[in-house]
C-alpha cells in the first residue's frame, strides 16, 4: 500500500520559492509561443488547447518531478492519468489557465498552480505573465502579491481581503468575460448597488485576494485546477470560497465526475457568508 505523503504549513512555506520560480519559468514559454501561428486544437468537452498549454505543462511537470517527485501531480493536460482520491497532498495544476483570452490576443490569462493536503488547498500561486504580477499564499500564513519581469521576481507585497461593504455601499463583484451564467447574474443582482467588474481567468481570485473585488459568483461548471490556487490564495488572504451553499470546497477526491466543481463563490469578506 502506498503511503501518502502530507505536506503541512511549514513545508510549503519552503516550497513557496522554488515553486514561484517554477511557475514564471512557465509563463515565460507561454508568452514565448507565437500566438498568430501557433497550433490550437479542440479537446472532448470543445475547449481548446494550444503549444503554449502544453509547453508550459512539461515545464511544471519536470520542474515538480525534480523538487517533489513523491508528491502526486493533478493537471488539466494530464487529468488522465491521476489516480484519485489523494488522502494526503497533492499538484493541482492548470498550466494555461483563460485559454480563449490567452488565443483572443488578451493578457487575462494565468498559470495556476496549488498544493491540496486532505483535500483542501493549502498554497497557492495564480500567475498572470502577460501582466507580470502574481498572487500567492499560504492558508494560515498570509498572502501575498509579487510583481516580475521576465525571470526577475521583485519584492513581494502582503495583501488581504477588505470587509463587506458597508450598507448603501456598493459590492465589486468580479464576472467572467468568457463564462457568464443567468443564476451568477441573478446572484449578483441580489447584491445592492452591485458593480461587476469584467476579469478573465484566475485574475478575478487575485483581485479579491487584493481587495480591489468583493465577490466571484460561478453558478456554471468548472473544473479543480481552475479553482484550487485561487481558493488557497483567497483564503491565505482572509477570504472564503465556498459551494453554492456556503459549503467547504474538497478537491482531489474523486474523477467520475471529471473533476467538476459545480458551483462556487469567493467572498473577500467571510462573514459575508451568514448574509448570504
Partial sequence: MQVMRIIDGAAAFGLMEPLTGLVVKAGEAILGI???AMRIEGKQDGSPVTEADLAADRIIADGLAQLAGDVPTLSEERAQLASPPFPGSFFLIDPLDGT?????GR???TVNLALVTSGVPLLGIVSAPALGLLWRGIVGRGAERVRFNGATIGAAEPIHTRKLPARGEPWIAAVSRSHGDPRSEAFIANRPNAVRRTIGSAVKFGRIAEGSADIYPRFGPTS???VGAGC??????????????????RFGQRSDTGFIVPEFIAWGDPQAVSCY
Fill in 34 to 36: 507565437n500566438r498568430a
Fill in 100 to 104: 480563449k483570452e490567452f488565443v483572443a
Fill in 107 to 109: 493578457d487575462e490569462f
Fill in 224 to 226: 479543480e485546477w481552475d
Fill in 232 to 249: 488557497a490564495v483567497v483564503t491565505a488572504a482572509g477570504g472564503r470560497v465556498t459551494d453554492g451553499k456556503g459549503g467547504e470546497l
